[in-house]
């Protein structure tokens, strides 16, 4: 494997000139040079690296020396060693006697530069796996092959801890990636998606629906005191086995689409707020609501000044209370009534009656989820 890369060796030339004050070169484990000082002896091959990389050991050149040798100026050549083996050279242009006292500082900032450099890439490759695995778990039916397991196992997910699915809309995706991630548990785990973010959020044991509520909601204002980007939060239930994450993350998106469409001011929506939406939104999926009679399309054909429908809202959100809708509307009973009149005529149901009413509900939300 190349360790040593073309744009590592430039940052490791640019980095260290600026220190020294000297021109170094950056040699791969062939001698060919892939950062420079000076740009034109880019990709040329260096004998003094070659010299290095043969005997193990560090190269010194003087002016007399470069003058025989190709593509080689007096300086002194070090190996730069990951894991034991050498992948690379380091060489400083000057003369030996010169740079002789700060070359081994040099070389030892060239290896740690690499060093962390392969320690971020092995990092960032980790989270690659892990988001891999999360839209595994999410988009499965619960049977996972060995080498899924395998992976799990290697990088420390435990499958068997209870989690919770959260899905996540915003304006700006990457960072609200970045907030979210800083604020996550070691057993949280997380995914970006083309257009969404998914949390697989640990739960421990006691926690109940109303803390994931208000940790949300913690988030929210925490982001929003800092940020004018749009965020909003789809959070399923808690359920069993891989299976139950598949089925978590399904109502948490269910949920959020539902509490965009019948509460757009809203950040946060929980599924248990929105059972009936969802389970209307995932018959629909199924093809099974085109039985449904559009009582609510033809009331809104009807209904010019927009009274009716506003009231028929009005008992829904007071579950059928009369008194209480009157108030909300900011009209008298005996309006209210006259106006359940109206919609009986037009529809045939009665929204007084708990029947009749939850046949206008589930037709209303047909219309608005569409």
Known sequence: MDFLDKQLAQEIVDRTM??????????????????????????????????????????????KEAKNLHGVKAGI??????????????????SPEEIRSFGELVRMAAELSLQQAVLMNEIQWDERLKEELVSQIIHSQGKMDPLFLERAMRLGINLDLPRIAMVILSSDRKKTFTFLKGRLEKDDLLLMQHDRIVILKRMPSAQSANQVRKLAEGWVDSY????????????????????????????????????????????????????????????????????????????????TKGELTESLRALIDTNGDMNSAAKMLFIHRNTLRYRLDKITEITGKDPRKTTDLLHLYLSFLNNELE
């Open 77 to 94: 050549n070090l190996p730069i060693r990951f894991d034991g083996e050498i992948v690379g050279v380091i060489g400083i242009t000057g």
């Open 18 to 63: 600026g220190i020294i004050g000297k021109n170094i070169n950056v040699m791969d484990n062939r001698g060919v040079i892939i950062g420079s000082g000076d740009q034109k002896r880019i990709d040329d091959i260096h004998e003094g690296a070659v010299n290095v990389i043969k005997q193990g050991s560090g190269y010194e050149i003087t002016e």
């Open 224 to 303: 929003k005191s800092t940020s004018d980007v749009y965020i909003k939060i789809g959070i399923g239930q808690q359920h069993p086995g891989l299976t139950g994450l598949a089925m978590s993350y399904q109502q948490a998106e269910h949920t959020l689409k539902a509490g965009q469409k019948l509460a757009p001011d809203k950040d946060i929506f929980v599924y248990e707020d929105y059972y009936l939406p969802v389970f209307l939104l995932t018959a629909s999926n199924m093809g099974l609501t085109e039985g449904l009679e559009p009582y609510y399309t033809r009331l809104k054909a009807r209904d």
